[in-house]
């Protein structure tokens, strides 16, 4: 069994929702504290052991890039000063992995960038990060427990958590039968067989939603070249999911943690005052 190593982060999304904010700078760059969302997202990965980092970029996404290199000048700058410490993680980030990037030139929709990022996966199982959803836990970041998850039961696994009805609109959400598995919390696997992407209150199918965090096994991609536009005229990774789903490859995992999402500003201030005061 090949282990997974390579995780993609679909960032070529236009952050519509933090603009003026994002009109120049990347939503994946924008800091939760001193750290960009983007760094959060790669420490987990890294933390789940996967040490191959790919990246949907878009047109004016190039600080993505800066970051995840060495800036000489400011190592020149501040070497031997009291500042260094500043840097001490970025440069663990960038040694424990390689990046690599690709551009999705039409914003199609999740499931087109999935897709755009092919051609950085090639044929094997890989792991997808959302980024603006900022998730932690104590213990195991929620791509490990994933991983974990993955090596056991060898089909695409969704990161879901339950939400009030009313949001039902904002999310994937999915349905199935419930897993008995004593390694894991009751009801905490359930086997995929129906999936709608941002129903309205009355055709949600249950309240469990995808959040940012999936596994998928590389049979996506041939998946997702058939997917037809869906809902909101973009290619949904929900409904290429739904097709695998239907041949029992999916299962959604209710996992340990807690997750923020950043792609609006309450779950971005929420996430900014968890991490401060967790840090003080
Ligand atoms: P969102 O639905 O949050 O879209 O995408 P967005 O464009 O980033 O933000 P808003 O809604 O305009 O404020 C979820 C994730 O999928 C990526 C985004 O970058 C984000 O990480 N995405 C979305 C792409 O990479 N390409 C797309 O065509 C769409």
Redesign the pocket.
């Known amino acids: 069994m090949s282990k997974i190593k390579k995780c993609l982060?679909?960032?070529?999304?236009?952050?519509?929702?933090?603009l003026p904010a994002t009109k120049a700078i990347p939503?994946?760059m924008l800091p939760v504290l001193t750290k960009p969302l983007l760094q959060y997202g790669v420490e987990e990965a890294i933390e789940a052991g996967l040490d191959t980092m790919a990246i949907?970029t878009?047109r004016g996404k190039r600080s993505i890039e800066d970051h995840f290199d060495i800036s000489y000048e400011l190592e020149h700058q501040i070497k031997g000063t009291s500042k260094e410490s500043y840097l001490t993680e970025i440069r663990s980030v960038i040694n424990a992995c390689t990046f690599s990037y690709t551009r999705?030139v039409e914003?199609?929709?999740?499931g087109?960038?999935i897709l755009t990022g092919e051609t950085l996966i090639g044929d094997e199982a890989f792991a997808v990060v959302?980024?603006?959803d900022l998730c932690d836990n104590d213990g195991d970041g929620v791509l490990s427990q994933m991983v974990k998850l993955y090596e056991k039961y060898q089909c695409c696994i969704v990161a879901v958590e339950e939400i009030p009805p009313e949001d039902s609109n904002k999310y994937g959400v999915i349905a199935g039968d419930t897993i008995k598995d004593s390694t894991y919390a009751k009801n905490s696997l359930v086997r995929v067989n129906d999936m709608v992407e941002k129903p309205e209150l009355q055709d949600a199918p249950s309240n469990l939603a995808i959040i940012?965090r999936y596994i998928l096994t590389p049979d996506i991609f041939d998946v997702l070249r058939e997917t037809q536009p869906g809902k909101g005229g973009?290619i949904q990774i929900t409904d290429a999911l739904l097709e695998m789903a239907k041949i029992g490859k999916v299962i959604a995992y209710k996992f340990d943690g807690t997750r923020f999402d950043c792609?609006n500003v309450d779950g971005f201030v929420e996430a900014t005052n968890y991490f401060y005061t967790k840090s003080n």
Do not use: C, I, S
């Open positions: 982060f679909p960032a070529a999304g236009y952050g519509t929702r933090f939503k994946e949907v878009g999705q914003m199609r929709g999740l087109h960038a959302l980024a603006d940012g973009e792609g």
